[in-house]
């Protein structure tokens, strides 16, 4: 990220999380499934500036004006999940686009099972326009970062190993947290996607997360839990200019 808190990059918020990303150790560290849950450690909750208001183009974010979201399996449908609004670290709740029917939208839900989608009401959020998008590639081991679907730039990355790989698929920025804890770096992305073989980690769902890295030799290398690393300069840079809803497509 260029500096997170210039003028149109990034404000903050407080918040109290438990930073549960499943990325963060080598797997030799992964502890047993516990019942119990850790105590919560503080983070510093920040939240991209907001974007203009849109009627749904082509890459675009959607974000709760309500209190909870219902998402349906079909227009007029039947109701399949219920979001809060905010979620749980304090971020506001945000879905990415596919589509756009009438006063519906056909969105990427933040939940398992990995790419699921939905139908929420318009009504129910304000649509923001989206200029940025990722690409990871686990066997490159980089991420690329796109305007317009133009590369911008591609850092080192490291990703999940043979035994706890990064999920594969179409996913988005679901929050921009500043952890307190170590391991994660001065930025950490939640992603709304969940490792496919960790169902519980640290006290939390298993949620992958993009995050900086305490370990810099592991930048480059199969070497976390399903978590994306970089740089802590690199997590820095993205963190000022990427909104929640980015797109990331992992590959």
């Not at 749980?88 to 056909?106: I, M, N, R």
Request: charge should be negative.
């Amino acid at each position: 990220m260029r500096s997170p808190f210039t003028a149109g990059s990034a404000l903050l918020a407080t918040g109290v999380l438990v930073v549960a990303l499943v990325g963060c150790g080598t797997p030799e560290a992964v502890p047993a499934p516990r019942a119990t849950t850790p105590t919560p450690t503080p983070v510093v909750v920040v939240t991209p500036a907001p974007t203009a208001t849109v009627a749904a183009p082509t890459s675009s974010v959607a974000e709760a004006s309500v209190p909870v979201v219902t998402a349906y399996d079909a227009p007029d449908g039947a109701a399949a999940f219920e979001f809060g609004n905010p979620i749980d670290s304090g971020a506001p709740l945000t879905f990415y686009v596919e589509e756009k029917q009438g006063e519906w939208l056909h969105v990427r839900l933040p939940t398992r099972p990995n790419g699921s989608t939905g139908w929420i009401r318009s009504s129910d959020v304000h649509v923001k326009a989206l200029s940025y998008s990722l690409l990871v590639s686990t066997a490159g081991h980089t991420v690329t970062l796109l305007k317009d679907d133009e590369v911008v730039d591609t850092f080192p990355a490291a990703v999940g190993t043979g035994d706890t790989p990064t999920p594969l698929g179409e996913f988005y920025l679901t929050e921009l947290l500043a952890p307190t804890n170590d391991g994660y770096g001065p930025f950490a992305y939640g992603i709304s996607a969940f490792s496919e073989v960790l169902n519980e980690f640290g006290g939390g769902p298993g949620q992958i997360g993009m995050h900086g890295t305490d370990d810099a030799a592991s930048i480059g290398q199969s070497a976390s839990h399903g978590c994306i690393r970089l740089s802590n300069e690199d997590i820095t840079m993205l963190a000022g200019m990427l909104p929640l809803g980015t797109p990331i497509t992992i590959e």
